[in-house]
């Protein structure tokens, strides 16, 4: 059991939290998200004299070969003469697509990849707020996540971490907005929001038991109350 000096403690600590956010507002940290990104992208950018290369990790290649190869010629492969690429799911090479077609997939995928990692902080806000009902507290997982130098350099490398991350979030976003409304239209989404993020990462084939799992204990507990 913890002490009456740890429980003061853990208020403390909650109001001290409390008032460092107080004169916060979203859109402070939003705002936040931005400049770090861009201006690492701009930094990135001017150290490697202006390379797009700057924005490539070690499977981006893989990537831009691929959209590059459905674009052109329209099947999944590294070349049109190559047999199908069955190392990577076709999602993050759709996506980058619009980026072939403008004839930057680089330059296409960090500027959106930007606007996603701005959208997951929004996201985690309005998420935070459903989990824990505590605004300060919501703040602060979005400024830490804001601030997190892996999330601003995935957000600035063509890779399909930050894609991922937006789909994993807003699915689990449906999920607990079903549960607080009983809408099945939510959970419908978070299902097809998770097929659609499966095509971007292979990963999320084991989480359809366990949500369907969640589903049915969720259920069985509404109608047992």
Known sequence: MPSNHEGGETVSSRLQLQDVFSKWRLWHILLLAVVLRVSFA???FWLHDFDVRAFWQGDTGSYVDTALNLWQHG???????LPPYTHR?????????????IGSPELYAVGVQTLLSVLLVWVMYHLGLRVVKDRATSLLACFLYATSVLSIIYSNSVMSETLFSV??????YSLIHYMD???????CGAFAILLVATYVRPIPYYFYPLLLLVLIIFQIRQNVS
């Open 89 to 101: 799911v076709p999602g993050y090479p759709i996506f980058l697509i619009p980026g072939v077609m």
């Open 167 to 172: 789909l994993l979030l807003i699915c689990l």
């Open 181 to 187: 409304t009983k809408d099945l239209r939510f959970a």
């Open 42 to 44: 701009f930094a990135l």
């Open 75 to 81: 099947s999944f492969s590294r070349g049109p003469d």
